[in-house]
């Protein structure tokens, strides 16, 4: 995003998804202060499935924020929106958003030549997905 | 709650909220989240 008004259009954009069930953001926020965002891309109803994405500011980074705040959202929706896959794709160099899924649980399914074009150049992406069966849920009591 | 009908918050812990943006968080977005975002 270059400008206020790119996040503006963002956050309205996502309101007009929401509405119709085809994804949906949601801000983290702690202590009441925004930290980053969790979003669902393409809830796909009649498979079950949707792919997770993510960002968390600078200052937030190192704490475990996010692997936190995913596994609230997988639970969400693995457990209440009955989904049965969870597909994550980011840059094979990224290793911190790497390392949140691998965290999480998901295993790695391959790798998409020059799928994005980022930081001026195109990047190779690779592909996670999450089972259903596959979440190591947490055992409570 | 309906299947369709999308969460707009979910609770981490008591301090750590899932919350759906709204448009008074653009600034706040733009300044420290996209402008500085890690991952």
Redo the contacts between chains.
């Keep these: 995003?270059q400008?206020?008004?790119?996040?503006?259009q963002?956050?309205?954009r996502?309101q007009q998804l929401?509405a119709q069930?085809q994804e949906?953001?949601?801000?983290?926020?702690?202590?009441g202060?925004?930290?980053?965002?969790?979003a669902t891309h393409l809830l796909d109803?009649s498979h079950r499935k949707t792919t997770l994405g993510?960002?968390?500011?600078?200052?937030?980074?190192k704490q475990g924020?996010?692997d936190?705040?995913c596994r609230?959202?997988l639970e969400?929706l693995f457990d209440?929106?009955?989904l049965h896959r969870v597909g994550l794709h980011?840059a094979t160099d990224?290793r911190?958003?790497r390392r949140?899924a691998e965290r999480l649980g998901f295993c790695e399914e391959g790798i998409l030549r020059d799928h994005e074009w980022l930081y001026n150049r195109f990047v190779d992406q690779v592909v996670y997905r999450l089972l259903d069966s596959e979440f190591p849920r947490e055992r409570s009591g | 709650?309906s299947?369709?009908e999308?969460?707009t918050r979910?609770?981490?812990?008591d301090?750590?909220?899932?919350?759906?943006?709204?448009?008074e968080?653009?600034?706040?977005?733009?300044?420290?989240?996209?402008?500085?975002?890690?991952?």
Excluded: K
């Excluded at chain 2, 977005?29 to 402008?35: C, E, K």
């Design positions: 995003m400008q206020v008004d790119d996040s503006l963002f956050i309205r996502q929401r069930r949906f953001v949601l801000g983290i926020f702690v202590q202060e925004l930290a980053g965002c969790l109803w993510y960002w968390l500011g600078q200052e937030f980074t924020l996010m936190r705040c609230r959202l969400y209440e929106l009955r980011c990224n911190p958003s949140v | 709650m299947p369709f999308l969460a979910l609770v981490v812990t301090n750590i909220i899932l919350e759906e943006l709204q448009e968080h653009a600034a706040i977005l733009f300044d420290s989240v996209d402008r500085n975002r890690a991952h």
